[in-house]
């Protein structure tokens, strides 16, 4: 399929869109239905209102791109690269996002249910806001990763990095950290509900001032 003919599709049922790159393009409002988006680049273009449902992101890049207020249902992230990008207010749920690198880019406001997050680096990436519910974070290696006024609920970490991680005024209500490092994270006025500690020193962060423990 060429670019322009794609550019101009607006519902892809079943259908694969495969090593193109697409620059100061608007993809804004396209509907992806159990079709796969594999090598491809999206650069200085918009990526909004995206609905996508069973669907598959793989080795795509996006650079200086504009994604919000998007949503995504049981859909598979993998060797995705973001960089750069904004991506606040999105919605994903019953997803996977694994094997994946960030930086430098924003998912501000976004919720994420039922998600699994597996083996993907991230550095200076913002997720302030955002509302994490029965998530699944798996040997994620984190730099500077800001969590600021989020909410994780029933959420689990294990074997994560999370270094200079910043939770400040974060709430955990049962959650779980699990064989993670926490060196010179923030957990300045954070709350700590029901969440238990399994082999991970929550002493190894940087500021634990006025953490609340109920």
Known sequence: ????????????????????????????????????????RFLDGC???????????????????????????????????VENSLFTGNHFSGCTLEISEGKLSSFGLSTFNNCKLRESRLSEVAFSGSWWNACRFER???????????????????????????????????CTFEKCTLHESVFHKARLIDTNWIDTDIKQAANLEEVRYD
């Open 1 to 40: 399929m060429e670019p322009d003919k794609n550019q101009k599709k607006t519902i892809y049922i079943r259908e694969t869109l495969s090593a193109m790159t697409f620059t100061g393009q608007d993809f804004s409002g396209k509907r992806l239905i159990g079709s796969t988006v594999q090598l491809v």
């Open 47 to 81: 990526f909004r209102h995206l609905r996508a449902q069973e669907s598959k992101l793989q080795d795509v890049s996006f650079d200086h791109v504009l994604c919000d207020d998007g949503h995504y249902h049981d859909c598979r992230w993998e060797q995705v690269h």
């Open 140 to 174: 994620e290696d984190y730099f500077f990763v800001r969590f600021p006024s989020s909410v994780f609920i029933d959420t689990h970490f294990a074997e994560c990095r999370l270094q200079k991680a910043i939770f400040r005024a974060a709430t955990f209500i049962r």
